[in-house]
Structure formats: structure tokens, C-alpha cells
């Protein structure tokens, strides 16, 4: 253990804490540069000292004398920080937030209004599994987006609808392939948090959202991030290996979007397209995995929706931070649609459901497919007509309930193809273009017993 220097901290509390009149106990979370976890166990002791003094010109500013006992990975964080710029001789503004072991008692005026605008807004730090993590390994936990799995489901779904989709009728998805996927989407997930946030550090340090993520905040270097980041793709490479030669092809083919996604932001108000391909790339690769190629009568569509769904999804959470996005001119689609964007939303989820219609059609799923994903539609519109984009926690409440949407159409899809013919099945549709009769039809047949190569045959007439 190493001891640090008493250093003086001009603490000024964040909107989820009250101003403390006496000594209590509390947990230390100094902008990012301890976790909550090693703080709680580095303070060594404190003393509280009066701002109620001629020169204090913020009465909502205190001042705390902190002796710390800090371990080696711990001291190198301190260093950084108080070498800084931001940090004049020994004195540092770090918001912060105080977990008491007793109530602390406050002026009635300074105490949390629900109707008040900061009730609408998120902490900065929220108590996670990470935080109980060792010290050294946290920063690298969180610039990965362990904490916070909702990215992963959101990119392993797209890959789990296109997996089932190429299921053979009767049967379930190949279980194997799923993992696979689930083990591929989160390791891409975190190397892109990772590229990303080694390309937005400037911008994560002027966002209260964001400026305490690793980079940001100094925890992580960008050497060390490029080390993990290598790491990561190294093993995704690995875990790709595993597939057939048409998937690993189309798989390397996106790449290329992964990269230039974190640039976006700069240079158009619509990064959240982009995203959408990035993101929904599984709905082909899903299918090449089980078939060996891809039907682009059903993947296409299926990409159409899962990169429309994108934009409903990412648009909501992009509302969250335009405020800061304005100040610092970062673009997004919260920006472009401003108070249309319940409207064109509203567009986009229509146009979500509607491909994934057509791509059941092309696929010759049967009815129930058609009423799980009326039942997505009226998850969709739900979200749409109860989010407050004012209100960050509400965008990050039906941003998140995304994962409610997917899991619909998974379960949907999986029926579907259950409660088909084990033998065959046949969908006839008719197409009315003026004087133009079209019929197209779609017979889906098992493989024979024994034929590995392909779970279906599929025979098209027009």
C-alpha cells in the first residue's frame, strides 16, 4: 500500500446528493479516477471544512481535507490526475456523489424536488457487478461495456433472428451456432465500445454521460486500450474460423463499416444509419451459418428491419446527450428529427414491421408469425408514444426495452418454424401490377437424413 499526500478537494455534490453539515460516512467517487470500490476501501480518513466563508461564491461547494491509503494500480491514477491541467497545485472541482450510512442533514431548500429537472437526469456513476471487481481490472471491465450488456443483445439479435429463420421447418435453431454468436457478439460489442471510445475521448470529457469512461477520465491509456482491443479481435478472429468459408468472407466484409461508424458523428446528423448496418450484419450472416449462403429474398428484408429498428432504438438513446451534442457539435438523428422525431420514428417502426413481413413471406412462415410480429408492432408503438425525449432516464427506460422487442420476434420466429410441415410446406402469393399478374410461390423441403450440407432445399417459381 502506498500513501498519498493530503490532498484538498473542493467536492461539489452531484444532483442525487445533499450538502453534508457534519462529519458522516460516505463513499468517494472522485470523476472517474478511483471506482467506487477501491475508494470506499482507499479513505483513510477525512475532515470536513466550513465554505460558509467571505470568499465561497458557490454555496453548494464544500471542502474536504482526504488522507488516502491507496494500493500501487490506484497511486498511478492519482498521479495522473493531479499532474493534470485541470488540477491547480492541490485543489480540484470534482463532482461527486456521497452514499451516507446515515441521512445527513440539510436545509429544506437544498434538499432532491421530484418535480425537479435533475430527477429527469442519470447519475453519473451507477453500482454495478464491475464495482466489485479487482481495482486493477475495472477500468478495462468498463471501457468493454461489461457493466452494461444491453449493447450485446441488441447486436447478438439480428444473428439469432437470421439463425432461426434458416432453421429446418419443425425444428429448432442449431443451438451451437447460437452460442457461438453470443459468444462473437459480445467480443465485437466491446471492441467496438473500445474504438470508439479511443476515437471520442474529447468529446466523452464534455458529456456527463461519458466523461467518466476509461479514456476519458486517464484510467486507461490508449496503449493499453489498443493491447486490449487486439486481444479482442484476435479471439473474435479465432471464434470465426469456426464457420464456413461464405460467412467468414461476409463477416470480414463488414469491418470496414465497424471502422468508419465512430467518425460519423462528425460529419453527418445520421451516425445512427450507420450503426444499423454495422449492428445488423448477423441478420446474413445468421442465415450463410446454417445454409451456406444467403437468400437475399429473406435476408435482405431482414437487414432492412433489423437497420430501421436501429434507428428507432439509437435515435431514442442519442436524445439522451443532445444537449451536450449541440455544445460540443457532435450530429445524430436526435438533432436532424428535433420535435418530429416522434413522427419519423413512428415511420421507421412501420418500416421495420413491414420488412420483417416480408421477409416471413419469402421465408413461408405460417400465420403465427404474422401476429408475433403485430404484437412487436404494438411493443414498438408503445415505446414511441410513451418516451419523453426531454427526459434522459425515460429515453434510457424504452432504449433499453428494445431487448423486450427482440426477444418477441425471436420467440416468434422460433415458433414459427416449429409448427410448420416436417415434410413441406408451400406459401402462393399473387402480385397485382395494373395489367401484371405475378404468383410467386416457395417450397421449403427438408435435407435428406444424413446430407449435413444444407438444412433445406428451396425451390422458387415465378
Sequence with gaps: MKRATTTLFNVVPSSTSRLFTSNQSFN???????SSSSSRTSIRSY??????????NNNNTQSITIDLNINRSSSRSVNRLLNSKSCKSSSLVIPCRFNTTSTPSAPKDQSIDDNDSNANSLPIHTESWVDKAPARLQPYLRLSRLDKPIGTLLLLYP??????IAATPGQLPNFTLMMMFGAGAFLMRSAGCVINDMVDYKFDRKVDRTKLRPIASNQVTHKEALALLAGQLA???????????????LSLASVPIVIIYPFMKRYTYYPQFVLGCAFNWGALVGYSAVQGYCDWKICLPLYVAG???TMVYDTIYAHMDKKDDLSIGVKSTALAFGEKSRLILTGFSVATIAALNLAGLAAGLPTVYFVGTTIGAAHLAWQIGSVDFSSPKSCMKFFISNRTFALIILVTIILARLIEDDEYTTAEYEFELGPIKLKYSNTFIPAIKGNDNNNNNIVNNI
Design 235 to 249: 479471439i473474435s478472429f479465432g471464434l470465426l474460423l469456426n464457420f464456413n468459408v461464405y460467412t467468414i468472407l
Design 28 to 34: 468517494f467517487i472522485n470523476h472517474g479516477v478511483l
Design 307 to 309: 437497420i430501421s429498428w
Design 159 to 164: 444473428c439469432l433472428w437470421s439463425t432461426a
Design 47 to 56: 475532515s470536513m471544512i466550513n465554505n460558509n466563508n467571505n470568499n465561497s
